[in-house]
Structures are given as C-alpha cells and as structure tokens.
C-alpha cells in the first residue's frame, strides 16, 4: 500500500509543506513556526524533492503554487483531515445513528438467557444497526473469524480462550447434570465420578469440536472419557430428548436449571456434577485489533450489562454463579 512513497516523508515535513503552500510564503511559515527561514526553505527544498514538482514558483513580487502544489495541497489536506479523524479527541462512535451491522456469536447453552437480554439492548440504543445472532458451530475456525472481523463478539465457554483473543468473564458457574426423574441418579446430593463415567451422556458439543467443551476438555485434563452416545444442535431439543432415553446432560447449573424451570419441565432433575469438574467460565471473546475501536468497546459493554440483567436463569439457583467476581 505505501509502494512508491519516499521513505523520507514524515509527519514534521507533511505539516510545513502544509503550511507553505497555504500562506505562499516561507518567510511567514519561518515566524509562525519559530523556526529560521533558512530551515524552512530546507523543508520546502525537501518537499520538492519528494513530491517531484516545484510547489510554489515566484510570479513578478510573489510566490504562487503550481498546479502539482495545488494538487499535493489538497491531498495533504485529506491526509491531515483524516488522520484528525483517527487521532483527535472528536472521533466519536453514536449507537443511536450507527447503520452498521453487528455479528454476535454465542454458544447455545447460555443464548436462552442472554441473546433476549441483548437483542433489546440493542435495539433500544442502536436501532438501526443490523444484528446477527449466529452459532459457534457456523465457523470452522471462530479466532480467525473474530480477527477478519467476520464477528464482531463471542460469548464462549471454551476451557482456555486463544492467545490472540482478548477475554472478559461475563459469568462462572457451577456444573451440574440434568435428567428426567426416573434416572436413576436424579436426586443425588452429587454423582460420583465414577457414576458419572459408568452413564450414558447427551451432548451439544459434537465429537470433532470435543477440545471446546468445557466438560470434555475438563475430562480430558483429568485423563477421563465420558461415553456421549447422542448429541443434539439446539438446548431447546435436550429436555425432550432426556425423556425415555435415559441419558445425562452436563452444563452450567444455570443454564440446565433454566432448562428444567421452563413450563412443562417438571419431570427433569438438576444434580451437582462431580466435583473434580470444578466450574464453568462464560467468557466475552473479541480479537486484540479491535480492543480499542470505539464501536467495539461500547458493545462490549452493552453485553456485559445485559448479563447483569440476566437474573431469571439464577433465580433457581443462587449462590451458584458470580459475574465479574461479584455474586450473582
């Protein structure tokens, strides 16, 4: 991109060109800047000499521009105007006049109680900014697709986030397992370990994305396997699918407490989940090139005061889960 621009261009020498095309006169720019006239004829030699053309010629008892001044006038202008844009205290981000469109990806564990929370978030202080909620399952690679800009935030639970991602802890729970009634483990003050391992498991994280799960990468830390014999792509098909089947669900006890307190649920269990499983972290994921864009700061935070809103999913369940830190 910066191909066939003298290397010696700077700043410094950008602004007093600047400066001696707009007032025609070295003399002045000399005394405006403090400098000698000598120095500043120096600057003007050296313009010359990177943009190739004269700039400023003497016509009878003045100094006019070229054509190729007037020209490298205006450009530096631009320049200058554009990097005020960038730089200057006066570059501002609006939510209530933005048009732009926002990709939020989020895992389905949590996207019942947060995506509400954060759709009319949105729509209250940016309406019309185009909004995507999309699954993680929908990217191959989610790191890169948060560094293309291809998504603009994640909402993940991955064990240990890329090294190339910025972090904030929206939520960290406790893990618990949820199961019809009539399992036999349901009702348990805690299931074991090996109680645990010896079940048949239903799962939301397919086989070849195991090293995202945080039950499974938990496990494999721990040098353990559980036996997943069904997994399901929405949390909304698992209560229907732990009926009859005899299978367990793991997640954070939020979340399978909201799943079991939605209406005609009745009949599903939640129960503490071994110990050694620890808790579960919800993390706010965004790439490193957008930790100082303004559009993007403010949308972290307009997520993370949603989260703080999400009280309905912790009702059941309240010393369970801490945002940030504090207590939920």
Known sequence: MLAGIDPTLDMRLLHTTHMILREWSVTRVAAQLGHSQPAISASLKRARSVFGDPLLVRSGHEMVLTDGGAEVLQA??????????????????????????IRICA???????????????????????????VATSGFDDLPQALGAGDVDLAIANWPNPRENLRASTLLDCDIACLTHRDHPLANRREIG?????????????????????????????????????????????????????????????????????????????????????????????????????????????LVRRAADRSDVAFDAAPSSCVRDGAPA
Request: net charge positive; charged share 20%; hydrophobic share 45%.
């Open 107 to 133: 895992i389905n564990c949590f996207s019942a109680m947060l995506v509400p929370q954060i759709g009319a978030a949105l729509r209250r202080e940016a309406p019309l900014a185009r909004v995507d909620f």
């Open 193 to 301: 370990m090996d109680d645990y391992l010896g079940a048949d498991h239903l799962s939301p994280t397919p086989a070849a994305d195991a090293l995202h799960s945080p039950i499974d990468g938990r496990l494999r830390a721990l040098g353990l396997r559980r036996r997943i014999v069904m997994t399901a792509p929405e949390f909304g098909l698992v209560p229907g699918l732990l009926r009859g089947t005899g299978l367990i669900f793991t997640s954070a006890r939020a979340c399978v407490a909201h799943l079991a307190a939605m209406p005609g649920n009745e009949d599903l269990r939640v129960t503490p989940a071994p110990g050694a499983f620890g808790r579960m972290t919800l993390y706010l994921l965004w790439h490193e090139r957008m930790q100082t864009s303004r559009a993007n700061r403010w949308l972290r935070a």
């Open 76 to 101: 530096i202008e631009q320049v200058l105007a554009n990097l005020k844009g960038v730089l200057g205290p006066e570059r501002r981000f609006d939510p209530a006049t933005t048009r732009q469109s």
